[in-house]
């Protein structure tokens, strides 16, 4: 595939490097062009200096034919409106855009493009580290209302049945992690010891799944 990336920050240039590993071909956009200092000097894509959101500039990057547009720049506005003329004047289904702003997700949903709200991902990674116990947020949807959590199973569970946790928590194990790798639970799968649980449910269930855990916990205890 040809992917265009506007913003060759650290995001930017790291996505750059991974995608040519892979075997695609790459094009970044940086009105800076000091900011392609930070691709490698064996970086065989190409570097265009302007605006993303520049029909010549994103042009010239190839997006006639390019399969996906990411935009990573340091601006909201510049993200949102690339990505919209990468949709929208050359047809790219596949966009998405990183956004400061977590409260423009929704509305950047509606219009049909993907996010990824720096700041609210940051504060998940930080709270998780803060407060430990319970199901913290991994991953939230661009709408915010689905999450991915790591849940807190404590000792007690060890030996049940991933279904028997499913069942009392109401939520779907998405996976998982067994002495550093990913597992996914089948109906039978049990519970060892070391196991962390992630979880998918909706945002406003945590609470509750954590309640659910705490109380099978207690009942054990008794």
């Known amino acids: ?11 930017g240039s790291t996505l750059a490097h991974i995608l040519e590993d892979k075997g695609h071909s790459v094009a970044i956009i940086d009105q800076n062009p ?41 601006g909201d506005n510049s993200n949102i409106i690339s990505a919209r003329v990468a949709r929208e004047t050359f047809g790219v289904d596949n966009v998405v855009a990183r956004i400061y702003d977590p409260r423009r997700a929704e509305v950047y949903q509606r219009l049909g493009i993907p996010t990824v709200a720096t700041v609210r991902w940051t504060a998940d990674q930080i709270l998780r580290r803060l407060l430990p116990e319970g199901a913290e947020p991994l991953w939230r949807d661009p709408t915010g209302e ?8 404590g000792p007690l ?19 998982l992690s067994r ?16 196991d962390i649980v992630h979880i998918i449910a909706r945002a406003d269930e945590l609470e509750r799944i954590n309640a659910a855990v705490a109380v099978r916990t207690e009942e054990e205890d008794a």
């Open 34 to 74: 000091e900011a392609f200092r930070r691709l490698r000097s064996g970086f065989k894509g190409r570097r265009v200096t302007g605006f993303g959101f520049d029909r010549d500039v994103i042009a010239e990057a190839g997006i006639e034919h390019a399969s996906a547009f990411v935009a990573v720049s340091s």
């Open 157 to 175: 569970w060890v030996g049940d049945k991933v279904t028997a946790l499913e069942e009392a928590a109401g939520g779907r194990v998405a996976f």
């Open 146 to 153: 689905v999450v991915l959590a790591e849940l807190d199973t």
């Open 1 to 11: 595939m040809h992917i265009v990336i506007m913003g060759c920050g650290r995001v």
């Open 179 to 194: 002495m550093g790798e990913a597992v996914v639970p089948h109906a039978d799968t049990v519970i060892q010891d070391g």
